[in-house]
């Protein structure tokens, strides 16, 4: 298992990737309007995806086992000096779950958010239900630091936030 960069060729995988998840994606209460699913519409997103990674401010992994697409982790929003932090974000294949694949994805994400993209900081949420992504988060050393209200709609319920951080 490794993780690389959103790039021009690995675009079809992760079409792929989308495409085989979109169902579970939107059971979760996740889901992507039908547009993003036109493949035009998903080279163009994709390519905003590349042009923010070459302006710094967000770099999107691809999360991939052998030379398939298992899941994305995110390091969005960046803001440089003087807080010098992104937020983390992540979704994975629904035939990965629970198998430890997210904890140590989102590992190697961290490492790179320290060494090569010279962070201080990564900030991540999540739902109040999602019990799996707080562990996640807790096993790679982010501390739990507060709770927004009624914060994210999924299936129709407004749900709390649970707000994480990381000092790298």
Known sequence: MHVE???????????????????????????????YYEYENFLLSSYGLIDE????????????????VIGRINISQIIRRPLNKGELGYRL??????????????SLVVDLARKKHKLHRLEAGTSSENIPSQRVLEKNGFRKVGIYEKYI????????????????
Do not use: S
Request: hydrophobic residues 35%; contains cysteine; positive net charge.
């Open 153 to 168: 709609l999924i299936n129709g319920i407004w749900l709390d936030n649970v707000l994480y951080e990381k000092i790298l």
């Open 93 to 106: 294949g629904k035939n990965i779950q629970g198998k430890g694949y997210g904890t140590k994805g989102v």
């Open 53 to 68: 990674q070459i302006r710094d401010l967000g770099y999107y992994y691809l999360l991939m086992d052998n030379c398939h």
């Open 5 to 35: 960069l959103i790039n021009r060729n690995n675009l079809d995988k992760l079409y792929k990737f989308e495409v085989d998840n979109k169902k579970y994606f939107a059971e979760i209460g996740f889901p992507r309007k039908k547009e």
